[in-house]
C-alpha cells in the first residue's frame, strides 16, 4: 500500500480516489455520496469529544474495510482535520498518530487468502491512500515506520494462519529464516541430538507424541553493546491436547498455538529492520503436541533443562513446558530482561475476554511499561497477580514441581498458574522477567474491523517496549 501526504484539500483530490469523509454521525454509519463522476464515502465516527486513541485505532481500520467493501483502490481522506475533529487526540504526537494510522491501515488491509484462489478482478485491497495535509520529514518517517510495523504484524498473522499440516517445527524454524532474510539477525536452530546432548526433557517430552521432531530457533540482532532482551514464544504447531486429547470443540484453531513464536521472529525481524538501538535475542521452542503411540503421559516425570524434575499431570499444558526449558536457555545470554509470548490458557481468555493479553510478572515497574508500551501501540494487557500465595499450586507430589494444581481447584485461576509454573524456572535468572498470555489476542475479535484469524499479536507492543527500554 502506498500512502503519500499531499497539500491542499480533499477536494483537490483527483476523480479516481473516493474520498473518504468523517462525520460526527454514529460510529459505524457508512453513505456512499456520488456526485459528478466523485464518490465521498461518509463514515461515522460518533461524538469527536468521544474519541481516543483506541477508538481512532478501529476508525482507521474501518476506514480501509468501508473502502475494500466499496472496492475503491485509492482513496483519499483530510488527514489533518483528524486532530481538529478529535481534540481528545491532542495527548498523542502529530507523529505517534501518523504511525498508528499507517500501522492500522496496513493491518486492515490484510487478508489471509495464501489459500484461496484469486478472483477474476483481484483481492479488493487499498493501493493508495492520499493524506490530505502538513507534511513534515518526521511524519513521513513516522508513516513509513508505521507501514513498517504494520507490514510486521501481517507477516506474524500468516505465519500464525498457515495451517498446522504445512507448519509443522522443520517449517517453522524455516519461516525464521526467511523472515530475516537480508537483515542482520543471526538464526541458529537446535534439532532433537541438540536438545537431548543439552538435556531439554522437558521440550523433548512434548514432543515424543509426533513424528515432526521438535526444533529450537534462536535469532540474535545485535543493536547495541547492552545486554539483550531475550524473548522467548510458545511454538507448538498444533495443539492436539496430547493424550489429554482436547474435544472438537476446543482443537479447531489449535494450529495458532505457534502464534508467540510468531510474533517473537517477527518482532526481532522487525527490530533489525527498525536498526532500533537495543540488542534482541528471540527463543523459539516448537513441537507438534499429539497422542501418538509415544506420546509422553499424565504422569510422566520430565527433567528440564534447569534440572528441575516436574510431573505431567495434563498433557494439555505442554505450553509451559517448552517455554521452561526456552527460560532455562535464556541464561546463556546474561540478558537485561526476558519476556515470554504464548497462547498458553483458555483461562485467560475467561478471565479477560478478547480484547487484552494477561501480563502477569513479579516485577512492578517492567508490569507499568509495558501495559504503557501495550496501551500506546493497540496490543492491550491486563496485569494478573503471581503472589506467592499461589505458589503451593505448582509443587510437585512426586517430582519439584507439577504442570498443574490437579485435583478439584485445578480449574481455578489457570491463567496465574501458568505464570506461577514459569516463574519456577525464571526465577533462576538474574534479571527481570515478565510473560505474556496471548491466548485472548490469538484471533481477532468481532468488531476491531480485522480480518478474520490470527490477530498478529503481540509484534506491536514488543517494538515499542524495546524502542523505549533504557534500563
Ligand atoms: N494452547 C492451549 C491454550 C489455548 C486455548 C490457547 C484456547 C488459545 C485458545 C494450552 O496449551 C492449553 O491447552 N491449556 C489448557 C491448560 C489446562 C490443561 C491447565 C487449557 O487452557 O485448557
Ligand atoms: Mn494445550
Ligand atoms: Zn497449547
Given at each position: 500500500m502506498k500512502i503519500v501526504v499531499k497539500k491542499g484539500?480533499?477536494?483537490?483530490?483527483?476523480?479516481e480516489y473516493v474520498r473518504i469523509a468523517l462525520t460526527?454521525?454514529?460510529?459505524?454509519m457508512k453513505r456512499l455520496v456520488k456526485e459528478g463522476g466523485v464518490e465521498t464515502l461518509e463514515l461515522g465516527v460518533g461524538k469527536a469529544s468521544e474519541m481516543n486513541l483506541r477508538r481512532f485505532i478501529v476508525l482507521c481500520r474501518a476506514i480501509v474495510s468501508a473502502a475494500k467493501a466499496n472496492k475503491s483502490p485509492k482513496i483519499a481522506l483530510q488527514f489533518d482535520r483528524m486532530p481538529e475533529l478529535f481534540?481528545?487526540?491532542?495527548?498523542?504526537t502529530p507523529e505517534h498518530i501518523s504511525q498508528l494510522a499507517a500501522e492500522n491501515f496496513e493491518m486492515a488491509n490484510f487478508?489471509?487468502?495464501?489459500?484461496k484462489t484469486k478472483p477474476k478482478d483481484g483481492?479488493?485491497?487499498?493501493e493508495e491512500i492520499l493524506l490530505y495535509g502538513k507534511s513534515s520529514p518526521s511524519i513521513e518517517k513516522a508513516l513509513l515506520k508505521g507501514q513498517e510495523i504494520g507490514r510486521a504484524v501481517n507477516a506474524c498473522r500468516t505465519l500464525a494462519n498457515t495451517p498446522g499440516g504445512d507448519i509443522t517445527p522443520t517449517t517453522l524454524a524455516k519461516a525464521a529464516k526467511e523472515a530475516v532474510k537480508g537483515l542482520p539477525v543471526k538464526v541458529t536452530v537446535l534439532g532433537k541430538k541438540d536438545m537431548e546432548k543439552l538435556g531439554m526433557g522437558a521440550l523433548l517430552g512434548v514432543a515424543k507424541g509426533s513424528t515432526e521432531a521438535p526444533t529450537f530457533t534462536i535469532l540474535e540482532y545485535k543493536?547495541?553493546?547492552?545486554?539483550p532482551i531475550v524473548l522467548a514464544g510458545k511454538?507448538?504447531?498444533?495443539?492436539?491436547?496430547?493424550?489429554n486429547l482436547k474435544p472438537s470443540s476446543s482443537i479447531?484453531?489449535?494450529?495458532?498455538?505457534?502464534s508467540g513464536a510468531a510474533s517473537v521472529i517477527h518482532a526481532v525481524a522487525l527490530a533489525a529492520r527498525l536498526k532500533l538501538k537495543q540488542s534482541v535475542v528471540g527463543l523459539v521452542p516448537s513441537a507438534e503436541n499429539m497422542p501418538g503411540n509415544n506420546a509422553y503421559r499424565p504422569g510422566d516425570i520430565l527433567k528440564s533443562l534447569s534440572g528441575k524434575t516436574i510431573e505431567v499431570l495434563?498433557?494439555?499444558?505442554?505450553g509451559r513446558l517448552i517455554l521452561a526449558d526456552a527460560l532455562t536457555y535464556a541464561k546463556r545470554f546474561k540478558p537485561a530482561l526476558v519476556i515470554d509470548v504464548a497462547t498458553l490458557t483458555g483461562a485467560a481468555i475467561s478471565a479477560l475476554g478478547l480484547h487484552a493479553s494477561a501480563l502477569l510478572t513479579r516485577d512492578d515497574a517492567l508490569a507499568e511499561e509495558i501495559s504503557r508500551a501495550g496501551e500506546a501501540s493497540g496490543d492491550y494487557v491486563w496485569r494478573l497477580p503471581l503472589w506467592?500465595?499461589?505458589?503451593?499450586?505448582?509443587?510437585?507430589?512426586?517430582?519439584?514441581?507439577?504442570?498443574v494444581p490437579g485435583?478439584?481447584?485445578?480449574?481455578?485461576g489457570g491463567a496465574i498458574d501458568g505464570g506461577m509454573f514459569l516463574w519456577q524456572f525464571a526465577k533462576e535468572l538474574a534479571c527481570p522477567w515478565a510473560h505474556l498470555d496471548i491466548a485472548p489476542r490469538m484471533t481477532a475479535a468481532p468488531g476491531?474491523?480485522?480480518?478474520?484469524?490470527?490477530?498478529?499479536?503481540p509484534v506491536r507492543l514488543l517494538v515499542r517496549f524495546i524502542e523505549q527500554w533504557t534500563r
Open positions: 484539500s480533499l477536494a483537490d483530490a483527483p476523480k460526527e454521525k454514529p460510529k459505524g481534540k481528545n487526540l491532542k495527548t498523542a487478508e489471509f487468502n495464501l489459500f483481492w479488493h485491497s487499498v543493536g547495541g553493546e547492552g545486554a511454538g507448538v504447531t498444533f495443539d492436539s491436547g496430547g493424550l479447531y484453531e489449535m494450529h495458532m498455538d505457534m495434563d498433557t494439555d499444558a505442554e506467592d500465595e499461589y505458589e503451593d499450586r505448582v509443587k510437585g507430589e512426586f517430582a519439584d514441581i507439577k504442570n485435583g478439584s481447584t485445578s480449574r481455578y476491531e474491523e480485522l480480518a478474520k484469524g490470527a490477530a498478529g499479536a
